[in-house]
């Protein structure tokens, strides 16, 4: 199960972007919690707290207990953070407040496992991973770090699909309409030999239209030198005619 993370945060008097580039200046993060038919709570919270957090791998997918927020402590789910494109510093926070129990829609990471006991990978294959994360419903109090899936006996060719995948108990696939696939064994070197193949038979192939092509260039001037000969000669002919 994902751990609970903890942030102490203020309330915010002002809002407005120069109120946030004047928290971000002083090292804070501006930030919100709503939800719940609640109305919102604008927040700060510290830099390097929320950076250690985000370090964690799993922020988004771990209950969050903001402390000092005006009150008790709120329990939320992040839903957004978003980062400045030049120096990747996070700029602001979105917290959805949840109750205990909520069911809540969460993108779990998942890890593969035994690769020393796949066939597969021992013959050189490389696993080609679709889905990095797993969209799951779960309860908010049973919301799981990572989705592990064994490897073992995986060979060259064959796929994983959701359907393949246990999940941990109450948790369930938040697609639901198709058995998608979350990765595939595929071998390079064959895929390799298959693009050298195609290539030599397309440059054989443009080869062999070049030189076709050029034939007819050829025949084309030889034919249209033999033309200009005939005429020539006939020319010199109607020439000796008239001069006799």
């Keep these: 199960m994902s751990d609970q993370i903890t942030l102490a945060a203020e309330t915010r008097d002002r809002g407005g972007k120069g109120a946030s580039r004047e928290l971000r200046r ?14 919102p ?5 510290e830099e390097k707290a929320l950076v250690r957090a985000l370090g964690t791998g799993h922020f988004m997918n771990s209950v969050v207990m903001i402390e000092g927020a005006g009150g008790k402590p709120v329990r939320t789910l992040p839903k ?10 996070p700029l602001h926070v979105d917290f959805l407040r949840i109750s205990e129990h909520a069911t809540v829609h969460v993108q779990v990471p998942v890890v593969f496992t ?3 006991e ?10 080609n991973i679709v889905r990095h994360e797993l969209e799951l419903v779960v309860d908010a109090a049973d919301i799981p770090s990572e989705i592990a899936i064994s490897l073992k006996g995986l060979d060259v060719g064959d796929s994983i699909h959701i359907s393949n ?3 941990p108990k109450g948790a369930t696939s938040a697609i639901e309409d198709r058995d998608f696939t979350i990765a595939t064994l595929v071998a390079p070197s064959a895929m390799l030999s298959e693009a050298r193949e195609q290539a030599a038979e397309e440059a054989a192939l443009a ?15 030889a034919e249209a ?11 010199a002919a109607a020439e000796g005619d008239t001069a006799e």
Excluded: C, N, W
Aim: charged letters at 30%; zero cysteines; hydrophobic letters at 40%.
């Design 80 to 89: 957004d953070v978003a980062f400045d494109v030049v120096t990747d510093r």
């Design 225 to 235: 030198e033999a033309e200009a000969t005939e005429g020539g000669e006939g020319e």
């Design 118 to 127: 796949s066939k597969g990978i021992k013959l050189g294959g490389v696993l």
């Design 26 to 39: 002083q090292g804070r993060v501006p930030a919100v919690i709503y939800g719940m038919k609640q109305d």
């Design 41 to 45: 709570i604008s927040i700060h919270l």
């Design 207 to 221: 080869e062999a239209a070049s030189a076709e092509h050029a034939a007819e260039v050829e025949a084309a001037e």
């Design 114 to 116: 035994d690769e020393e």
């Design 165 to 167: 995948v246990k999940l």
